[in-house]
Antibody
Framework: EVQLVESGGGLIQPGGSLRLSCAVS????????MTWVRQGPGKGLEWVSV???????HYADSVKGRFTISRDNSKNTLFLQMNSLRADDTAVYYC???????????WGRGTPVTVST | EIVMTQSPATLSVSPGERATLSCRAS??????LAWYQQKPGQAPRLLIY???TRATGIPARFSGSGSGTEFTLTISSLQSEDFAVYYC????????FGQGTTLEIK
């Protein structure tokens, strides 16, 4: 059975940092494209970042230079390092698999991040 | 950046009737278009990809059509579990989502 479980969210002050994790079972992270998608309170979905199977990464303009996507192949886990956090980064953060021919076919349940004083 | 625009923002339909949701891309995305369903407190679920291919386990009442810049998601004979928010997404050039259409019970 495929499972993606996010963790690491919480309340953080503006300018702070958080590291999100996405523990995966049922498929190999390093063999797939993996993404982060966020959803602000009462808002729609916003793609954040992707890491390809060859290790290349790409980011939405809104997070470029502040967020870093990575993976630990030995732990089959995806990460999102978030620095210089701002109020508009407040959202539920989902990890999802880009299944090649089938986009974003598996999702985690999300982890909430609140950036506030 | 490719901007995805969905219409209407809210659609009120009675159970058993047909619902038609639209999605327009600011430039051609070929057939690289997906539809997702999201219910409150849940992650999105992939319904349709490649504009018209149903994802695994998706009922036949869900169908997608279109190419280029104009796309449609049709749900025939709405069931109670179909009332939710629907998002389109292009994956032709990076990834971007529409703002969503809320399908509510009339």
């Amino acid at each position: 059975e495929v499972q993606l479980v996010e963790s690491g969210g919480g309340l953080i002050q503006p300018g702070g940092s958080l590291r999100l994790s996405c523990a995966v079972s049922g498929f190999t992270v390093s063999s797939n494209y993996m993404t982060w998608v966020r959803q602000g309170p009462g808002k729609g979905l916003e793609w954040v970042s992707v890491i390809y199977s060859d290790g290349r990464t790409h980011y939405a303009d809104s997070v470029k230079g502040r967020f870093t996507i990575s993976r630990d192949n030995s732990k089959n886990t995806l990460f999102l390092q978030m620095n210089s956090l701002r109020a508009d980064d407040t959202a539920v953060y989902y990890c999802a698999r880009w299944g090649g021919a089938t986009p974003f076919d598996y999702w985690g349940r999300g982890t909430p991040v609140t950036v506030s004083t | 950046e490719i901007v995805m625009t969905q219409s209407p923002a809210t659609l009120s339909v009675s159970p058993g009737e047909r619902a038609t949701l639209s999605c327009r891309a600011s430039q051609s995305v070929s057939s690289n278009l997906a539809w997702y369903q999201q219910k409150p407190g849940q992650a999105p679920r992939l319904l349709i990809y490649a504009a018209s291919t149903r994802a695994t386990g998706i009922p036949a009442r869900f169908s997608g059509s279109g190419s280029g810049t104009e796309f449609t998601l049709t749900i025939s004979s709405l069931q109670s579990e179909d009332f939710a928010v629907y998002y389109c997404q292009q994956y032709n050039y990076w990834y971007s989502f529409g703002q969503g259409t809320t399908l509510e019970i009339k």
